[in-house]
């Protein structure tokens, strides 16, 4: 697939397709470098084609071609895609003439014989080659495919800052309005065969303008071409010559990062990136109509153009047939399920999904800021019912629509088998291969991106029927109404007789999924919500009031009817991706889509919650229905008795009537509701807001909170949603939801829900499980509701899933007496509804959290009123409770949240946290979570006897017996969260109680550091090295290499979680000086280190270095003494002294071989690709595995569920496969960002890096203290078999030597680094502080470094490394620079420009290096041109000329040095033969080209307004300089310096040679009347002491000779000009 990420590089390039194309040495056919033909194959693929690698990203569309044909018989065919493609015009694109023969592009020489005997063909006369009789005249490739070269100038025109823009713009989308207006399918063109024997019979052609001979070969793919896309004759050739050119493969393997094998393959994916870039420009467009300024000249002028042609009508129109044909697709795939090369089918059906995708995304962004007409909304009414109809839609059934549980096995041979002999077992899938096989089933071979496309529609229509959101009018190009209203319900007696209203009033028998119609009616009963206001009134018509007080309730009431929030919630929300398909979109379809879906939401809930016609909770609805039934079971009862007793007529039999309520028929509840509302606001802190009222500047609870606090009084079951609800409040409004809690109660008043009843409940649920031998009571009504039934157990089934019928037989094999407890729903709801609202409010409020921490619980029994229970330890007795890991781990991050000191907090509430963190390392010792005792290497006797254990529940137990045996340790329960991590999470592929333990293990080393006194009541070695090695010698080994995860983003989550834990440990230790250093002396000492110096960036040294405190200080000394502690276990067995974790990691790190944790760092930096792989596998993957699941709506598919389609097991219930509405279990993991898998690769990426940063800024002070070697001997043993474990001993070395691979090729992970350089998620933030610390480490390791060495490093084997390197590094470049406003960004320019300046400058400027030839003595340059889209010179040029960029505050500085770093290398005055000559030569041409020298002067020297820039002119007043300014002057000064060097080098025989036109222009706008330049810039020459020294003026003056002369040679009337210049 595409990466993204080259987006940036290539928009910054301008179309330049003709300079380009003059410059090209041939155009062969074939792609032959030498201009022959190779030899062809003898017929056309037939297998489909070869090697088309993965399908390219992102949806695209486009007019037809100008030259095919409207025959739109076949279907055509197309896999999947999902992310972004790029756009910039190929280098092979242009109109310019060819030269006869097959041989094209040279215009000066003759027509070549051909020395392939195969292939030889005659050339025609060039002499007479336009008068021949051609067999076909091929077109133009930017004449049938202008889409790239639209899309590249749409991108550098997005930016609209002056009128010279604008009109270019203007002009550009006026050009092209038939295109970008009515975008098609692409057409499905059948061969034609008369034509085809016209070409066997003469294959001479004409292309662009010049005679071509073709070979058979060559005739033949390019048929295989037209069959293969499906286009006319005359587009294959074109195709098929624009990918012969070897810099057009080139340019397009370097944006789809696959190698092209053959000139079709090349021909394939240019046409698919031609359709693609037609749908971007499109998306493109209507994106900036949002992002546009509406106060001066927008965009938006523009677009209303196409929007008045039709462009919403018509990408409807292309929608539904791009739907017919991946419908068609779907067929003819199906069929050939088995056989081989489908790869075709599989890549058309990919780009079409991606087109469609493009498609509706462009709707959703035209229909939130555009005024839609009723016809258009109606359109889109009809095509979602159509799409979800004849696309079919429905929620897929867990039973049938899922591949089978068994392995398929061969019909046994009955007459080889004996019949006495039973049949062989069925061998069960794992549930990781099924899972794997139901995605593939669900996503490839079905349309699997129906779904996305849907729910885009979905809220497309939502935003059109919104008349909250400022809409613009099309044909006035303003708002409506001066910004509020929505035309469609202006008149409500039009809005009751309106063709919408009948699609949506009710829902007949035309749609399928009446669910999706439900959301499109609840919006619009809430446009209908202000008429119906207005014909509430005296004067209104009462036949219209009751027209529209009718539909308003029955669409009000349809969502819930119909399920629709169950809709939204599992199987809508799901499916919208969450990241950038194109790096420069203007806006994020998540960001907007949640944010339409919380207004949407918000306003419906106070819009239901003023009205009667809230539904019930679902306690409610069950009791309901339960009464219900108990009626009709009593009357059936009656008439059966009536019958018996007079035996009078004709007894009909009665059908029994079920004991309990069918659960599936019940509608959206309350319930339902707010847990939609809920998931939204956990989706971010801008959503939760939406959700809140105002009162005035401050937030108050919403009407939708307020109605069910009151509910809250009569219906206690509504407590977990209560709860659920305020906890996603939290997310913006921390304070006000601690406020509301935080109120106290009366005595009498048990309703009230508060801090001190939450917690209370918490503990009672502690002291009900602590009871191995009794069950679990229901709560007293007073606490929660004695609604909530614990009568039944509920376990996992083999996959990891819940089930009630499971959980039953479990249960009657156990004995019940010796049985632990398991909560049952109700009960696990309630206790996660609690933690959600601790954890939320503890992650976002600092000043609660610190309260939360100091809160103690009252003893009903106690002695005395002193005596209270801890919140914390009342939350770690819990954590050892009988829980599920989906329990527990939340529990684990409630108290990590509550020791934290992040945000602001004020002193003496960090200490008291601080304090409770010391206590919380105690507990966590106490509760033996981690079996420490157990596992010590050195025990003392008895130690790991009578100690408290985390205790199971059945589901746990009944899981580990059925894992095969991976693991290190036994299943034993008695090594607490080891079992559960290898024997009960790893069955599921989900760790939450690991990931738990490892955000408390995170807080505690944050806020309390490492305590070394840790355990000494129990343990003979102290501290809490133990956990740290538990992270780094278990988990991540196991997270690496041995466990199963369910989703990619499982995997990364917990990773980046252990390596966090990692990272905190070593941030905080600090090495001595020497070993007897004191206290002071070691502050003073890590106060000087300068990291800056080491890493170049301020922001990542300020992240990896901390001062510690000076307890740590004490216990770091006791590192580097004495090597033994006072105890001794036995007479021959001496205990050794236990390291601290940070000195362990150090060693490890920096160890010279057969270092763990640089195992690990090298795995996490390249695993899945690397840099590449990041989108591609976790968030393609992600989003197929989302959108599979969601397909299900609330009755998720299993192994266990599978079992039932081969009938072997009884009947199953679907009750028992409904999703339970459990608070979101994001407060296991984190906040809104924990199911982003990106975000998670991301995070352990980043971490990473910053680990290798710490140690190299720790490396030399470490190394001389430990004399070069480390000695430590582990504290645990993670095996059953006790083995005292040997000392390690590590002679230690840099870190840079493990990282550029001189240690072994196994840990050179340097490239990997470099193509960090590139954006790899779209979150600014994070890709700003991945990329910053990315280059950190390669300063650091490039500095002091060799230079050859360190580029061999980036790849030994060819000067590929190299070229990729200087890609990542000008692409960050390119990125830095437009978001230079960010202090991190603007550290990362100037290490850039520091590197460029370096021993690597011939690398990153892409000037001529010595390769394997070297250079030749002649001057002539055999060497290898990096491409202008991957280059820095390019990026820099680029910035000097944006005003914005020079002027600027932020930038000015940098832009200034750019001008040094150009003056200093054009100027170079090396001898001929040095390698700097030559680069200096190599930028004096690219400076030449783009008239470098003439049009920065006329920028920066120009004082007059009128001119196209006057920055000089900007910054100075009356000879004085604008605060600022400084800079642009500084600028000012290095130009004229420039223009110097550059008269001496192209001025001084002006004599003997004429000036070029160029120079002549040069010198006139220096020294002539209508410019007069350089007169202008000797008036601020006041001002030039500022200028860095430079006396800018009179630098150039210094060549007064040279420049004289240039005058009397343009205009003798000019001297006196100069003359007075030089007396002033």
Same mark, same amino acid.
Request: glycine share 4%; net charge negative; aromatic share 6%.
């Given at each position: 697939p595409t990466n993204a990420a080259l987006d940036v590089v290539l928009m910054q390039q301008s179309v330049d397709g003709e300079n380009h194309r003059s410059k090209m040495s041939g155009f062969s056919f074939g792609g032959n470098p030498n201009g022959l033909s190779p030899a062809p194959t003898n017929a056309a693929p037939s297998s489909g084609f070869p090697s088309l690698g993965q399908p390219v990203t992102t949806s695209t569309g486009s007019a037809p071609p100008a030259s095919t044909a409207t025959n739109n018989n076949s279907a055509s065919a197309p896999s999947i895609s999902f992310s972004a493609s790029t756009g910039a015009q190929p280098p092979g694109i242009s109109t310019s003439a060819a030269t006869g023969g097959f041989l094209f592009g040279n215009k000066t020489s003759s027509s070549q014989p051909s020395t392939s005997a195969s292939t030889s063909v005659t050339n025609p006369p060039t002499t007479n080659a336009l008068t021949q009789q051609f067999s076909m005249i091929v077109p133009d490739i930017t004449e049938i495919f202008p889409h790239i070269l639209i899309l590249s100038e749409i991108r550098r025109l997005q930016d609209v800052e002056n009128t010279v823009e604008i009109q270019r713009l203007t002009a550009l989308i006026k050009k092209h309005n038939e295109i970008l207006s009515k975008p098609l399918p692409p057409p499905i063109i059948s061969p034609n065969a008369d034509k085809r024997r016209q070409l066997q019979s003469n294959p001479n052609v004409q292309l662009y303008g010049r005679a071509a001979a073709l070979t058979k070969g060559m005739l033949e793919e390019v048929f295989y071409l037209a069959d293969t896309l499906y286009i006319p004759e005359e587009d294959a050739m074109a195709l098929y010559a624009e990918a012969s050119q070897t810099s057009s493969r080139e340019w397009l393997q370097d944006i789809i990062q696959t190698k092209l094998e053959s000139v079709p393959e090349a021909a394939i994916e240019h046409y698919f990136l031609q359709r693609r870039s037609m749908m971007q420009s499109i998306l493109l467009l209507c994106q900036s109509r949002i992002d546009s300024n509406h106060e001066s000249f927008s965009i938006v002028e523009l677009t209303d153009g196409l929007l008045q042609a039709g462009l919403l009508t018509n990408l409807v129109t292309m929608i539904r047939k791009l739907s017919e044909l991946i419908s068609q697709l779907v067929s003819r795939q199906k069929e050939q399920t088995g056989k081989k090369n489908t790869r075709m089918l599989e890549t058309w059906k990919g780009h079409l999904q991606q087109e469609r995708q493009a498609a509706v995304e462009s709707i959703f962004?035209?229909?939130?800021?555009?005024?839609?007409?009723?016809?258009?909304?109606?359109?889109?009414?009809?095509?979602?019912?159509?799409?979800?109809?004849?696309?079919?839609?429905?929620?897929?059934?867990?039973?049938?629509?899922?591949?089978?549980?068994?392995?398929?096995?061969?019909?046994?041979?009955?007459?080889?088998?004996?019949?006495?002999?039973?049949?062989?077992?069925?061998?069960?899938?794992?549930? #990781?291969?099924?899972?794997?096989?139901?995605?593939?089933?669900?996503?490839?071979?079905?349309?699997?991106?129906?779904?996305?496309?849907?729910?885009?529609?979905?809220?497309?229509?939502?935003?059109?029927?919104?008349? #909250?959101?400022?809409?613009?009018n099309r044909d006035t190009h303003a708002h409506n109404n001066f910004g509020v209203g929505n035309t469609l319900f202006e008149n409500p007696d039009k809005a009751t007789k309106s063709v919408l209203e009948d699609k949506l009033k009710t829902c007949g028998s035309g749609w399928n999924r009446k669910d999706i119609w439900g959301i499109l009616s609840a919006a619009y009963a809430l446009g209908l919500r202000p008429i119906k206001s207005v014909v509430n009134s005296p004067r209104a018509q009462p036949a219209a009031a009751d027209g529209v007080k009718r539909t308003w309730i029955s669409c009000l009431k349809a969502p819930y009817e119909h399920k629709s929030f169950t809709c939204l919630r599992l199987t809508l929300l799901p499916s919208i991706r969450r990241h950038k398909t194109m790096l420069d979109e203007r806006c994020e379809l998540y960001e907007f889509s949640m944010s339409v879906l919380s207004d949407f939401m918000s306003l419906y809930l106070d819009v239901l919650c003023a009205s009667n016609y809230v539904p019930h909770s679902r306690a409610n609805w069950e009791q309901t229905e339960k009464e219900q039934l108990l009626m009709k079971r009593e009357e059936q009862e009656s008439e059966r008795s009536f019958h018996n007793a007079y035996k009078e007529g004709t007894y009909k039999a009665l059908e029994d009537i079920r004991s309990e309520p069918n659960i599936t028929e019940r509608p959206d509840c309350i319930d339902d509701i707010i847990a939609f509302a809920t998931a939204l606001c956990n989706r971010g802190q801008e959503f939760a807001a939406y959700f809140w009222s105002r009162d005035g500047n401050n937030a108050a609870p919403s009407r939708a909170l307020k109605h069910l606090e009151y509910r809250l009084r009569e219906d206690r079951s509504l407590i977990p949603t209560h709860l659920s609800f305020l906890s996603a409040l939290a997310m913006a409004e921390p304070s006000e939801v601690f406020n509301i809690l935080n109120q106290e109660a009366a005595e009498s008043d048990k309703t009230i829900m508060n801090w001190k009843t939450i917690f209370t409940t918490i503990r009672w649920y502690v002291r009900e499980m602590s009871d191995s031998h009794t069950e679990v009571k229901p709560m007293q009504k007073d606490a929660t509701s004695d609604s909530l039934s614990t009568s039944y157990y509920y376990g996992v089934d083999d996959d990891g899933n819940r089930s009630t019928e499971n959980s039953r037989s479990s249960a009657r094999q156990a004995n019940v007496r010796n049985q632990l407890k398991e909560l049952d729903e109700g009960n696990t709801a309630i206790i996660l509804s609690h933690l959600a609202v601790i954890t939320k409010v503890a992650d976002n409020y600092a000043a609660g959290r610190a309260c939360l921490v100091d809160l103690k619980l009252s003893l009903e029994d106690a002695a005395s009123k002193d005596e209270s229970d801890s919140v914390l330890v009342v939350l770690f007795l819990l954590a050892i409770a009988p829980l599920t890991p989906h329990v527990r781990g939340p529990v684990f991050a409630t108290i990590a949240s509550l020791l934290s000191v992040d945000g602001e907090i004020k002193p003496n509430e960090k200490k008291l946290i601080q304090e409770a963190a010391s206590e919380g390392w105690n507990l966590l010792e106490l509760t033996q979570a981690v079996p420490v005792l157990l596992l010590d290497q050195y025990q003392r006797n008895g130690q790991s006897q009578n100690n408290p254990k985390m205790t199971f529940p059945p589901s746990s137990i009944s899981a580990a017996n059925t894992v095969a045996s991976k693991a290190q340790l036994p299943a034993d329960p008695k090594y607490g969260i080891v079992f559960e991590m290898e024997h009960v999470e790893s069955h599921s592929g989900f760790y939450p109680s690991t990931e738990g333990l490892l955000q408390l293990l995170l807080s505690l080393v944050k806020v309390s550091g490492c305590p070394d006194k840790l355990g000494q009541e129990q343990r003979c070695r102290t501290g809490c090295a133990p956990y740290i090695e538990y992270v780094i010698n278990f988990v991540l080994p196991k997270a690496l290499d041995q466990l199963r995860f369910k989703t990619g983003v499982d995997s990364a989550r917990l990773i980046a979680r252990a390596l966090a834990v990692v990272e905190a440990v070593l941030i905080r230790y600090t090495i001595p000086k020497t070993r007897d250093i004191t206290v002071e002396g070691v502050t003073k000492h890590q106060k000087s280190l300068d990291a800056v110096a080491l890493l170049g960036i301020c922001n990542v040294a300020?992240?990896?270095?901390?001062?510690?405190?000076?307890?740590?200080?004490?216990?770091?000394?006791?590192?580097?003494?004495?090597?033994?502690?006072?105890?001794?276990?036995?007479?021959?067995?001496?205990?050794?002294?236990?390291?601290?974790?940070?000195?362990?990691?150090?060693?490890?790190?920096?160890?010279?071989?057969?270092?763990?944790?640089?195992?690990?760092?090298?795995?996490?930096?390249?695993?899945?690709?690397?840099?590449?792989?990041?989108?591609?596998?976790?968030?393609?993957?992600?989003?197929?595995?989302?959108?599979?699941?969601?397909?299900?709506?609330?009755?998720?598919?299993?192994?266990?569920?599978?079992?039932?389609?081969?009938?072997?097991?009884?009947?199953?219930?679907?009750?028992?496969?409904?999703?339970?509405?459990?608070?979101?279990?994001?407060?296991?993991?984190?906040?809104?960002?924990?199911?982003?898998?990106?975000?998670?690769?991301?995070?352990?990426?980043?971490?990473?890096? #910053?680990?290798?940063?710490?140690?190299?800024?720790?490396?030399?002070?470490?190394?001389?203290?430990?004399?070069?070697?480390?000695?430590?001997?582990?504290?645990?043993?993670?095996?059953?078999?006790?083995?005292?474990?040997?000392?390690?001993?590590?002679?230690?070395?840099?870190?840079?030597?493990?990282?550029?691979?001189?240690?072994?090729?196994?840990?050179?992970?340097?490239?990997?680094?470099?193509?960090?350089?590139?954006?790899?998620?779209?979150?600014?933030?994070?890709?700003?502080?991945?990329?910053?610390?990315?280059?950190?480490?390669?300063?650091?390791?490039?500095?002091?470094?060799?230079?050859?060495?360190?580029?061999?490093?980036?790849?030994?084997?060819?000067?590929?490394?190299?070229?990729?390197?200087?890609?990542?590094?000008?692409?960050?470049?390119?990125?830095?620079?437009?978001?230079?406003?960010?202090?991190?960004?603007?550290?990362?320019?100037?290490?850039?420009?520091?590197?460029?300046?370096?021993?690597?400058?011939?690398?990153?400027?892409?000037?001529?290096?010595?390769?394997?030839?070297?250079?030749?003595?002649?001057?002539?340059?055999?060497?290898?041109?990096?491409?202008?889209?991957?280059?820095?010179?390019?990026?820099?040029?680029?910035?000097?000329?944006?005003?914005?960029?020079?002027?600027?505050?932020?930038?000015?500085?940098?832009? =200034?040095?750019?001008?040094?770093?150009?003056?200093?290398? =054009?100027?170079?005055?090396?001898?001929?033969?040095?390698?700097?000559k030559i680069q200096a030569d190599h930028l004096r041409m690219r400076l030449d080209e783009i008239d470098f020298w003439t049009n920065s002067s006329r920028k920066f020297l120009a004082l007059r307004e009128s001119d196209e820039s006057y920055l000089l002119g900007s910054v100075t007043e009356t000879h004085e300089l604008i605060e600022g300014a400084e800079n642009v002057v500084r600028g000012a000064a290095w130009l004229c310096d420039g223009l110097a060097h550059y008269f001496a080098k192209n001025l001084q025989n002006i004599n003997e040679d004429a000036l070029s036109r160029k120079n002549q222009t040069l010198v006139s706008n220096l020294l002539d009347r209508e410019y007069h330049l350089l007169d202008n810039a000797i008036d601020c020459l006041s001002i030039r002491n500022d200028a860095n020294n430079r006396n800018f003026p009179t630098t150039l003056l210094s060549f007064q000779h040279t420049i004289e002369e240039c005058m009397y040679k343009i205009d003798d009337k000019s001297e006196y000009r100069l003359i007075n210049i030089i007396d002033l």
């Open positions: 962004y035209l229909t939130y800021s555009t005024q839609c007409t009723e016809q258009e909304v109606v359109d889109l009414v009809d095509l979602v019912q159509e799409i979800t109809n004849k696309q079919h839609l429905p929620n897929l059934d867990p039973v049938k629509d899922v591949p089978d549980a068994y392995h398929s096995t061969p019909a046994p041979q009955l007459w080889a088998v004996p019949f006495t002999q039973a049949l062989p077992a069925l061998q069960e899938k794992n549930t #990781r291969e099924w899972e794997q096989e139901l995605v593939r089933e669900t996503t490839e071979l079905g349309d699997g991106a129906i779904l996305p496309t849907v729910s885009v529609l979905v809220l497309a229509i939502v935003c059109a029927l919104d008349r #909250r959101q400022t809409l613009i300020d992240a990896v270095k901390m001062i510690s405190s000076e307890n740590d200080i004490l216990s770091y000394k006791n590192d580097f003494g004495s090597e033994q502690t006072n105890e001794a276990l036995s007479e021959h067995q001496v205990v050794p002294r236990l390291k601290s974790p940070g000195f362990s990691i150090l060693a490890d790190i920096l160890a010279a071989s057969e270092s763990e944790l640089l195992r690990v760092i090298s795995n996490v930096l390249t695993r899945d690709g690397g840099s590449d792989g990041v989108n591609k596998i976790y968030g393609f993957a992600d989003l197929q595995y989302r959108v599979t699941w969601a397909r299900f709506g609330n009755t998720k598919p299993s192994v266990f569920s599978a079992k039932h389609k081969q009938e072997r097991s009884p009947s199953l219930a679907p009750q028992s496969l409904l999703t339970q509405l459990l608070p979101p279990i994001d407060i296991t993991v984190g906040l809104n960002d924990s199911l982003d898998p990106i975000h998670w690769r991301a995070t352990g990426i980043l971490t990473s890096l #910053r680990i290798l940063a710490a140690a190299a800024i720790r490396e030399d002070s470490f190394i001389k203290a430990s004399d070069g070697e480390a000695t430590f001997v582990p504290a645990l043993q993670f095996t059953a078999k006790y083995n005292m474990l040997q000392k390690k001993e590590i002679r230690l070395v840099r870190v840079k030597n493990s990282i550029t691979g001189r240690n072994s090729t196994e840990t050179r992970i340097l490239p990997a680094i470099s193509q960090y350089l590139k954006p790899i998620c779209s979150a600014e933030i994070k890709d700003t502080a991945l990329s910053g610390s990315a280059l950190a480490v390669l300063f650091y390791s490039f500095m002091d470094s060799n230079v050859d060495g360190f580029l061999s490093a980036l790849d030994a084997q060819s000067i590929h490394g190299e070229l990729r390197f200087a890609a990542a590094v000008a692409e960050r470049l390119a990125i830095a620079c437009k978001r230079i406003s960010c202090k991190v960004n603007t550290e990362i320019v100037n290490l850039l420009l520091l590197l460029v300046q370096s021993s690597l400058s011939n690398v990153l400027l892409g000037f001529p290096h010595k390769c394997v030839d070297g250079l030749r003595t002649d001057g002539v340059l055999p060497l290898k041109y990096q491409s202008k889209h991957t280059e820095c010179l390019s990026i820099l040029l680029d910035c000097l000329s944006n005003d914005n960029f020079l002027k600027s505050p932020n930038s000015s500085e940098l832009a =200034s040095r750019i001008f040094q770093m150009i003056v200093c290398f =054009s100027t170079s005055n090396n001898d001929d033969s040095s390698i700097g």
